[in-house]
């Protein structure tokens, strides 16, 4: 179990914006320096064993920086399937997606990603799908990537500001969609749909409009993925 678990460490931080200005062209603020932010990155020994025994790689933010080490105990539990991430709070895909690129030069790639990546997009959402578009390229077509929809309306912000939050995010989770139509080895798990089919979910779900709740919205939405992991 050593051998395959995923090497998870730090804790969660919320997603870094700074305040809305007048450069501000979508409402939800500016990236913060994400780099300075916690992070969860494998060893070389789990990113190996993950390769060689049908595992998973995920590349995440925050939000995977906190329940990724449920989730990658919940697979093993579950399905016998090992994970390795690359999850790193207030990382937008860019650079996600850069981490994708160089696994895949050192280590090669397993048959399944994941990606959950996209919540830190808000803030500059045209870039998003060249992203999208640049892992499936990375990829190839003999390989499925499993992509998490976001779901961003932070409630310690102005409400102007979580109208943005929330109309970002549906602007990034429309180019996941147009993805979906593009390339038939995409899936989505669709995590804003689950929070949206109730309303209560959204407060029962999310602490602060980002970040699950442990363990009733970690659990959701670690069940979605592994739900749509064991799935391919």
Same mark, same amino acid.
């Not at 870039?127 to 060249?130: N, P, Y």
């Given at each position: 179990?050593?051998?395959?678990?995923?090497?998870?460490?730090g804790?969660?931080?919320?997603?870094?914006?700074?305040p809305?200005?007048?450069?501000?062209?979508?409402g939800?603020?500016?990236?913060?320096?994400?780099?300075i932010?916690?992070?969860?990155?494998? $060893?070389?020994?789990?990113?190996?064993?993950?390769?060689?025994?049908?595992g998973?790689?995920?590349?995440?933010?925050?939000?995977?920086?906190?329940d990724g080490?449920?989730?990658?105990?919940r697979?093993m539990?579950r399905?016998?399937?090992s994970?390795?991430?690359? +999850?790193?709070?207030?990382?937008?895909?860019?650079p996600a997606?850069?981490?994708?690129e160089?696994w895949?030069?050192?280590y090669?790639?397993?048959?399944?990603i994941l990606m959950?990546?996209g919540?830190?997009?808000?803030?500059?959402?045209p870039?998003?799908?060249?992203q999208?578009d640049? $892992?499936?390229?990375i990829?190839?077509? +003999?390989?499925?990537v499993?992509w998490?929809?976001?779901q961003?309306?932070?409630?310690?912000?102005?409400?102007?500001?979580?109208?943005?939050?929330q109309r970002n995010?549906a602007?990034?989770?429309?180019?996941?969609?147009?993805?979906d139509k593009k390339?038939? +080895?995409?899936?989505?798990?669709?995590?804003?749909?689950?929070?949206?089919?109730q309303p209560?979910?959204?407060?029962?779900?999310?602490?602060?409009?980002?970040?699950?709740?442990?363990?009733?919205?970690?659990d959701?939405r670690?069940?979605?993925?592994?739900?749509?992991?064991?799935?391919?």
């Open positions: 179990m050593a051998g395959a678990a995923a090497a998870v460490a804790v969660a931080t919320t997603e870094s914006a700074q809305a200005t007048a450069a501000d062209l979508y939800s603020g500016a990236l913060g320096d994400w780099t932010l916690s992070r969860s990155i494998s $060893t070389a020994a789990t990113i190996t064993y993950v390769r060689d025994h049908d998973v790689y995920m590349f995440g933010d925050s939000i995977a920086v906190q080490k449920a989730l990658a105990t697979l539990s399905a016998g399937i994970l390795a991430v690359h +999850n790193w709070s207030g990382r937008p895909t860019r997606v850069d981490a994708l160089n895949a030069l050192k090669g790639l397993p048959r399944r959950a990546t919540t830190n997009d808000i803030f500059n959402p870039v998003f799908a060249a999208v640049r $892992t499936m390229r990829v190839g077509s +003999n390989r499925t499993i998490v929809n976001t961003i309306s932070r409630t310690a912000k102005a409400a102007a500001v979580q109208v943005a939050d995010s602007w990034i989770n429309s180019q996941i969609h147009d993805a390339y038939p +080895n995409l899936r989505i798990v669709r995590w804003a749909e689950y929070l949206a089919a209560s979910r959204m407060t029962q779900l999310l602490r602060e409009g980002v970040h699950t709740t442990v363990p009733a919205g970690q959701a670690n069940e979605l993925m592994v739900q749509a992991i064991t799935a391919v």
